[in-house]
Each structure stands twice: as structure tokens, then as C-alpha cells.
């Protein structure tokens, strides 16, 4: 007979490796398997520093426990329009992150 803690179910062992990713973030973060959303109102140059810097915490985090993010599948999307003199660039590990209208999340799509 097999004790109950000598097979971990390997969805298990993900979530409990996942579960401090949000550690030190400032902005809303959602975790779905393996989906992370990261949300805030960014309204001035003060909040846009802290998404930049939770963005950065984020990848700091990937790095230390060789999980890292594809940069390629993550994107910014504005749900209201920003204020226009702002130049909002957002970067993951040096790479700009590709602004989208629209976008499918659990087979829902999802745009302003």
C-alpha cells in the first residue's frame, strides 16, 4: 500500500513550484495553470514604473527557477484608452512586449 504523500501528482508539485510567483508584485496577478495575467489601471508615469518593475520581478522569478516566460506569447492590452501624451513602452528581459486590441483567453475573445 503507498502512503499518501508517496506520489505527488506532477499538476500538484506545478502549483505548489508556482505558487510564490506573485510574491512582491504590486499589480493584480492571475494564475491559471500555466497562464499569468499581471492587471492595474495605469493612469501617470508613477504607476507605468510599477507595472515595468513587477514586469521585471516576474522575469527576475522565471530566471531563478529556470521557468521562463515566452516572451513571444506575452502582450499588453489597454482596456481603456491611456492618456495620449504618454509613450508606454513595456519590456520582458529587454524585449518590447507587442501591444494587442483583441485577444483569445480561455476561448473567449477579449478587446476594447
Not at 520581478?57 to 521562463?68: E, G, P
Request: hydrophobic share 45%; net charge negative; charged share 25%.
Amino acid at each position: 500500500m503507498y502512503h499518501k504523500f508517496q506520489y505527488w501528482d506532477p499538476y500538484i508539485l506545478f502549483l505548489i513550484f508556482i505558487n510564490d510567483l506573485d510574491c512582491d508584485i504590486t499589480n493584480w496577478v492571475l494564475k491559471f495553470a500555466d497562464d499569468t495575467k499581471i492587471f492595474e489601471p495605469v493612469c501617470n508615469q508613477s504607476d507605468y514604473m510599477k507595472f515595468q518593475e513587477d514586469l521585471n520581478r516576474l522575469f527576475s522569478w522565471s530566471t531563478d527557477w529556470q521557468m521562463l516566460f515566452n516572451v513571444e506569447k506575452c502582450k499588453i492590452m489597454q482596456l481603456e484608452e491611456v492618456i495620449k501624451y504618454m509613450i508606454m513602452v513595456l519590456n520582458l528581459d529587454g524585449s518590447i512586449l507587442k501591444e494587442v486590441a483583441v485577444e483569445k483567453d480561455l476561448g473567449v475573445m477579449h478587446g476594447f
